[in-house]
């Protein structure tokens, strides 16, 4: 079992950057993928950008060439860094990591991004 704890986040300024953080926890014998997700109020969840083990990434178009997902396989933790907010950002972030063949989700942390 893993627990997922998110941190970073809240209310951020327009053209702003914002800077989360989730940290793996519990019994699994190793994170596998990780990555972030976000769904705004009406939408799908989508794909913000996803990082392997090995640190091959993949982005979500809507962040492409503005995000950074990075990680740190000694502490179980993925990082996301994002640049260039605009409304179309404000949205419930979500934190994703598979571990022994299963996949889990954090609870969530707000980001609203204001003009």
């Known amino acids: 079992q893993v627990q997922l704890v998110e941190s970073g986040g809240g209310l951020v300024q327009a053209g702003g950057s914002l800077s989360l953080s989730c940290a793996a926890s519990?019994?699994?014998?190793?994170?596998?993928?990780m990555g972030w997700y976000r769904q705004a109020p009406g939408k799908q969840r989508e794909l913000v950008a996803s990082?392997?083990?090995?640190?091959?990434?993949n982005y979500g178009e809507s962040v492409k060439g503005r995000s950074t997902i990075s990680r740190d396989n000694i502490k179980n933790v993925v990082y996301l860094k994002m640049n260039s907010l605009s409304s179309e950002d404000t949205a419930v972030y979500y934190c994703?990591?598979?571990?022994?063949?299963?996949?889990?989700w954090g609870q969530g942390t707000q980001v609203t991004v204001s003009s």
């Open positions: 519990g019994r699994f014998s190793r994170i596998d993928d």
């Open positions: 990082i392997t083990r090995g640190a091959r990434t």
């Open positions: 994703n990591a598979g571990a022994d063949k299963r996949f889990y």
